[in-house]
């Protein structure tokens, strides 16, 4: 094939956000080069330049704190950064320009480092978004053609190179494809998916080339679902920081109180001076989001999208899990437990029977069937005179051999009798049972269910030990099927036969235990997940209205990364707690010592940096700890065998 290609358009950017990110990063550098510049001037003997040096640093990070205290009183937010103006103007207004090119440089590099700590405690959400394929090969005809993403829709042929993000969701058409879903999951190593199997957007092909058959538009495929998640929780503001900007009001009209009474009380304004710079910037604003970034891109990296720093705290803090059953717990497709024969016939020949029959109904036992035979590698033959009642199964001739499949209904109205089941095979978490005849006589009984996850046992398990004290089975299933799916786990409570209405009332009973987390995976679990204090949902294959309506989304078909991410919301939310009291305490000290005198604006102004740059840097410990978030297990919590 030849390869047409056309430039892509990227995506604009606004240039101003830009500029004022690299001016916040890099703002320490002029108060830097100023306060060395004025040291150096004084040294050589020339105090005049070491004044115009510091004023000079002092006005123009003054003249930008300025403009941006403008702006977000324009919003109504009244921050700390009105401490930070009130030290650099009184310095000013005092003639100490020493201490307010301190103060300026302290201010910019509490900027620059917060900016730095919030690019990397962000790296592995922002990095979701820069991956997000522009363009795609699509086969025309015996062409390829680079076309837009956009354009894509389902049924065209995809050409996925080596090395490409899989741009839209689709299907392998042959061969096989291996793919690494790392960057979507934390799983190290990749998976391999066959001809016709589905394979989702934002995986990268480590194999060979090969065609994909795309299913879904490029906006609402996996990736794009995702990109919208992550864009939507970089915008939301944590209850923590709202909560530390009520405190941060508080604390200022505090260090106005102090200072105002240093100097009332001693008639020396270098006093209060000497306070405001001690107070400035307050701790409270530096370590919250970083803390809470950090722990936000920790879960992203291990496939875990949380939708902002509020979901965050509340992850950290709930005490209930309201579960679903089909598609969370399970796996939500039934699969053949069991072939009870009844005749001559042997288990491959009555499966081929059924399975060629099953081939004119849309029930969706058929389809397991179908897949099934498929599976083992049957021939079908094409049904004929087929009749099917509703809700009760078919009959037609298979290879010219009277079949019926159904429920006992049906085969007593044909006058064929099965024997009762016998109940050495029988399971009460059987969802349903399938009776097969062959020429007018029983030839087998198939058992089907839809059994626990590999890994749901020890998920729950896990939670457990992660502070969970109540675990409820909400389900729209049969409570038989749902208690022999949960015997021996650790389960509170199941509530069964639910429809949404009734599933959301069940979290909203549950709240009385205190926070309920709920986890689903269907468009009839949406209600209840807005209804939870925190709503989880399976992303990778559930439905989008689940993931919409959830505050936390596993981006990997799996229970298992969740209570990691509990374990990495626990720990960031409680390095953040730490980083704020510990550096107010601090901040308190040094205020009221420099009220009393035994700090001038200087040695305030030196104090309070090595506060913030300690706070910061305690606050950065979110982004690390165990790999994965795992922390040593609890000891006494078995696994389940």
């Known amino acids: 094939m030849m390869t047409a290609v056309t430039p892509s358009r990227e995506m604009g950017c606004s240039h101003v956000a830009v500029w004022m990110l690299w001016l916040r990063g890099w703002l320490a550098l002029l108060p830097m080069a100023c306060l060395c510049a004025g040291l150096l001037g004084r040294g050589l003997g020339h105090p005049e330049i070491a004044t115009w040096a510091w004023t000079i640093a002092t006005l123009t990070v003054t003249g930008l704190l300025l403009a941006q205290i403008a702006t977000r009183l324009k919003k109504g937010d009244v921050g700390l950064d009105l401490v930070a103006l009130l030290s650099m103007g009184g310095a000013l207004v005092l003639s100490q320009p020493l201490a307010g090119a301190v103060i300026a440089l302290m201010y910019a590099g509490g900027q620059s480092l917060e900016a730095y700590a919030s690019g990397r405690a962000g790296r592995a959400m922002t990095a979701l978004i820069a991956r997000q394929p522009r363009t795609a090969l699509r086969e025309d005809g015996n062409a390829l053609i680079d076309v837009p993403v956009a354009a894509l829709v389902p049924g065209d042929r995809i050409l996925v190179r080596v090395g490409d993000v899989l741009p839209v969701d689709g299907r392998v058409t042959a061969g096989r494809a291996v793919l690494d879903r790392s960057s979507l999951t934390g799983e190290a190593l990749p998976v391999t998916a066959l001809a016709n199997e589905p394979v989702l957007s934002g995986t990268v092909n480590v194999g060979t080339p090969f065609t994909l058959l795309t299913e879904r538009p490029a906006a609402e495929s996996t ?59 307050c701790p409270l604003i530096l370590a919250v989001p970083v803390a809470l970034v950090s722990g936000l891109s920790r879960a992203a990296g291990i496939g875990v999208l949380i939708k902002g720093g509020g979901a965050l705290e509340t992850l950290a803090k709930v005490r209930v899990l309201v579960i679903d059953k089909t598609g969370t717990l399970t796996h939500g497709a039934a699969q053949l437990t069991s072939a009870r024969m009844l005749g001559a016939l042997d288990e491959s020949e009555v499966l081929g029977f059924a399975a060629s029959l099953e081939q004119a109904s849309g029930h969706p036992l058929a389809r397991t069937l179908i897949e099934e035979a498929a599976r083992r590698g049957l021939e079908l033959s094409q049904p004929e005179e087929v009749e099917e009642m509703p809700g009760e199964g078919l009959t037609g001739l298979v290879e010219g051999r009277p079949v019926a499949v159904g429920g006992p209904h049906i085969m007593r109205m044909h006058g064929i009798h099965f024997p009762p089941p016998g109940t050495a095979g029988t399971s009460a978490a059987v969802a349903s049972t399938v009776l097969i005849a062959v020429d ?13 996850r590999a890994d749901g046992g020890t998920t729950l398990l896990e939670l457990r030990a992660c502070g969970l004290e109540r675990v409820v089975l909400a389900t729209g299933d049969r409570r038989p099927i749902a208690e022999a799916l949960v015997a021996g786990l650790p389960v509170d409570a199941i509530v069964a036969d639910l429809d949404p209405t009734s599933k959301t009332d069940t979290v909203a009973a549950e709240r009385r235990s205190g926070p309920v987390m709920m986890v689903g995976d269907g468009v009839n679990d949406a209600p209840a997940l807005a209804a939870a204090d925190l709503g989880v949902a399976l992303g990778a294959r559930g439905a989008a209205a689940a993931a919409e309506a959830a505050d936390v989304v596993l981006l990997v078909d799996s229970l298992a990364p969740l209570p990691r991410a509990i374990r990495i919301a626990k720990r960031a939310r409680a390095i953040a707690l730490q980083s704020v009291w510990v550096g107010l305490g601090l901040s308190l000290t040094g205020m009221l010592a420099a009220a009393l005198g035994y700090l001038s604006p200087l040695q305030g102004a030196l104090l309070q940096e090595a506060i913030d740059v300690a706070v910061i840097l305690n606050a950065m410990r979110a982004l690390g700890g165990p790999q994965g978030g795992r922390e040593p297990e609890a000891r006494g919590v078995p696994r389940p065998s």
């Open 440 to 452: 007018g006589v029983p030839a087998a009984a198939l058992e089907f269910a839809d059994p626990l």
């Open 223 to 281: 990736y794009a679902g995702i990109v919208r998640l992550v864009e939507a929780a970089q915008a939301r503001k944590a209850p923590m920081a709202r909560l530390a900007d009520q405190y941060g009001l508080a604390f200022l009209v505090l260090t106005l109180l102090l200072a105002g009474s240093a100097w009332l009380a001693t008639g020396d304004p270098i006093r209060a001076l000497a306070v405001l710079v001690v107070a400035t910037p």
